[in-house]
């Protein structure tokens, strides 16, 4: 290899690292605005704007728009909210999807190619022209309810955590994904549990989901972003307060007037709290939502 093609391959190389880090920069410096901005009053953010400090904690910085925010809406109520929808969302989701993907991918039963196409098919549908009928659906629905302190039962789920978990438990994109992941799994691993005297159950529960980490943590990645973001469906089935999740939440939250004008820093304070969960999920599955992407996933 000549001098002349290692200098063009080093230069190419450097550009390329070069471009990602810029393109990096791009996405990570309005998170970083966000959460420094969040411990800034509302005069030292405008101040900041126009130089680099905007992106750093200096000058009048502490806690006072927390505490503000904490004291001006129910937010640990919000957070305990969309934490509980979102996390029964996502378990309960893992455990139904993983068994109708492997009923798919690892058993043999006729009408599997026509069920696996209806499932593909829904993907294309966009949940807001299943909102309304959904909604109808859901408040002619039987309900069990405890607020008189003994069971009642009542017809409709409009203001209920059951409104906002159920009907998104069982989901057409991570059942695909979960298919695609246990089809790269060699048969052969089955058949041996079975001649040990294995049923399916024992082969599903020991030996696949040991072997599929990475598709569990994609699901639930991209299951729970859709779910904490979820603002449409709430607003429809949710009219109480304490039944808000976040993203419904800060619509309250601005919808609350303030003597002080517009709470920027408050704002900025709500903001990164509702990202906050996000960015901890993602750095926790990083490692396995990759591995997942890029060996299994999403390959047709």
């Known amino acids: 290899m000549t001098t002349t093609v290692k200098a063009r391959r080093t230069l190419a190389r450097t550009a390329f690292y070069a471009a990602g880090a810029l393109l990096s920069l791009a996405f990570l410096l ?41 004291s001006r809406v129910p937010l640990a109520r919000f957070y305990v909210n969309s934490l509980l929808v979102s996390f029964l969302v996502v378990g309960l989701g893992l455990v139904i999807n993983s068994l109708a993907a492997f009923g798919i991918a690892r058993m043999r039963w006729r009408g599997q190619g026509i069920v696996m196409g209806v499932l593909i098919a ?126 419904v939440g800060l619509d309250y939250f601005f919808q609350s007037n303030t003597a002080e004008g517009v709470p920027w820093g408050q704002i900025m304070g709500y903001t990164t709290l509702v990202t906050l969960p996000i960015m901890v999920l993602f750095i926790v599955f990083q490692r396995s939502f990759v591995a997942s992407v890029a060996n299994s996933g999403i390959k047709g």
């Open 122 to 247: 829904t993907l294309i549908v966009p949940f807001e022209t299943l909102a309304l009928p959904l909604l109808y659906w859901v408040n002619n629905l039987p309900y069990v309810s405890f607020a008189t302190g003994t069971p009642e039962l009542t017809t409709g789920w409009i203001n209920t955590y059951a409104v906002q978990i159920v009907p998104f438990i069982a989901n057409a994109f991570s059942i695909f994904l979960f298919v695609q992941f246990f089809k790269s799994i060699p048969r052969e691993i089955d058949e041996a549990a079975f001649i040990d005297g294995a049923g399916f159950l024992t082969v599903y529960r020991r030996i696949v989901v040991p072997l599929s980490g990475p598709a569990f943590a994609t699901s639930a990645i991209l299951t729970f972003l859709p779910i904490w973001n979820s603002y449409l469906w709430p607003t429809m089935v949710v009219q109480e307060e304490g039944l808000r999740p976040l993203p």
């Open 30 to 70: 309005p998170m970083v605005f966000m959460i420094v901005s969040s411990f800034k009053g509302k005069l030292q953010i405008f101040e900041d704007l126009e130089s680099v400090r905007a992106f750093l904690p200096v000058g009048d910085v502490g806690l006072d728009n927390y505490q503000g925010l904490f």
